[in-house]
């Protein structure tokens, strides 16, 4: 929908369509600075080489709310079901759900079935039921790599996770 949102809101929005790129791409907005996402939703393939997400691909500073992917996610480090990498105080995903029964799939690092990499920010009340495929490593149902100042709370994952080195999640 759009490819740089900045102090944006999305409400009620929704993909249906392929997003390819090579860096920052998802299926609502590739990148995100001080935006909102409510009843997003995304049901197309995402794919794109680093951050990539089925909702957003990079998120700083930014509120995530009951959105949901359907769709198929691939790339190569900060993979996730829902957003590739979510980051910098005030961001939060509460409420959010990979329901998707294709594999998020990364060939390197940091792949998530909801968040790719989490740092400074917050996952409360979400939960994926995707496959979460990495070749190189830092793998996770829910979070593919978490860094300092991240929290996860009241969420859960129910795919398998094929990885030479998986992450706790």
């Known amino acids: 929908i759009m490819g740089r949102a900045t102090s944006f809101a999305f409400a009620s ?9 090579v860096e920052r791409a998802g ?9 909102s996402f409510e009843d997003t939703a995304n049901n197309g393939t995402i794919v794109a080489n680093s951050y990539v997400g089925g909702i957003v691909g990079e998120a700083e500073s930014t509120t995530l709310m009951r959105d949901i992917h359907t769709g198929e996610v691939r790339g190569g480090s900060q993979v996730g079901g829902l957003i590739g990498a979510l980051e910098r105080p005030g961001s939060r995903l509460e409420r959010g759900a990979n329901l998707s029964p294709s594999a998020v799939r990364g060939t390197l ?17 979400s939960f ?3 496959p979460v495929q990495s070749v190189s490593g830092n793998a996770g149902g ?4 978490m860094d300092q100042g991240a929290t996860v709370a009241d969420s859960f994952a129910m795919g ?5 080195q998986p992450a706790a999640s």
Do not use: D, M, Q, R
Request: proline residues 2%; charged residues 10%.
């Open 13 to 21: 929005s929704s993909n249906h369509g392929a997003v390819n790129g």
């Open 142 to 145: 829910l979070i593919g790599e």
């Open 27 to 35: 299926g609502v907005a590739g990148y995100a600075y001080e935006s």
């Open 128 to 130: 994926s039921l995707a």
């Open 160 to 164: 398998t996770v094929t990885s030479p």
């Open 109 to 125: 690092t940091a792949v998530g079935g909801l968040v790719g990499y989490l740092a400074i920010a917050e996952v409360t009340e």
